[in-house]
């Protein structure tokens, strides 16, 4: 019996909604990195991206455990001597909810090329609208 390889031609893409409201940052986070893999398909190939896109709705309302929202700091450089900035998450979670969770899954990916094409399927929304009805979206509970 031969590896089954998949290859680029044969994937078929799915799309999947996942309401974030109440949920856990990091339990969500790891499911939805594992489809945008495609760790959930039989077809899994970890070269290969046989992933499918998520959209995750109501982003403003994912839940952190324990003090995580007054201590959790984001830092960023700037490049500059003193480029240094640290924000909360509740300084997220006012002006960009989506930085959250997109920040969240983009750490439980490889740290390659792959996990770049892999992440421009993940779409992120505060409310919950979102513009990808024509895509034909299936819920998914988590």
């Given at each position: 019996?031969?590896?089954?390889?998949?290859?680029?031609?044969?994937?078929?893409?799915?799309?999947?909604?996942?309401?974030?409201?109440?949920?856990?940052?990091?339990?969500?986070?790891?499911?939805?990195?594992?489809?945008?893999?495609?760790?959930?398909?039989?077809?899994?190939t970890p070269q290969t991206d046989?992933?499918?896109?998520?959209?995750?709705?109501?982003?403003?309302?994912?839940?952190?455990?324990?003090?995580?929202?007054?201590?959790?700091?984001?830092?960023?450089?700037?490049?500059?001597?003193?480029?240094?900035?640290?924000?909360?998450?509740?300084?997220?979670?006012?002006?960009?909810?989506?930085?959250?969770?997109?920040?969240?899954?983009?750490?439980?990916l490889p740290r390659n090329r792959?996990?770049?094409?892999?992440?421009?399927?993940?779409?992120?929304?505060?409310?919950?609208?979102?513009?990808?009805?024509?895509?034909?979206?299936?819920?998914?509970?988590l």
């Open positions: 019996m031969k590896t089954y390889l998949a290859k680029q031609g044969d994937i078929q893409r799915k799309w999947y909604v996942v309401d974030a409201s109440g949920m856990v940052l990091g339990r969500l986070a790891v499911k939805v990195a594992n489809i945008l893999r495609g760790r959930h398909k039989p077809t899994f046989t992933g499918d896109f998520v959209v995750v709705i109501n982003a403003e309302k994912v839940a952190l455990t324990g003090r995580k929202e007054e201590q959790k700091q984001y830092m960023s450089y700037s490049g500059y001597v003193g480029g240094e900035r640290y924000r909360s998450v509740s300084d997220y979670r006012e002006q960009k909810p989506e930085f959250i969770i997109e920040h969240a899954v983009k750490g439980m792959l996990a770049r094409r892999m992440l421009k399927k993940l779409k992120v929304y505060p409310g919950a609208e979102h513009p990808h009805e024509a895509q034909k979206v299936e819920k998914l509970s």
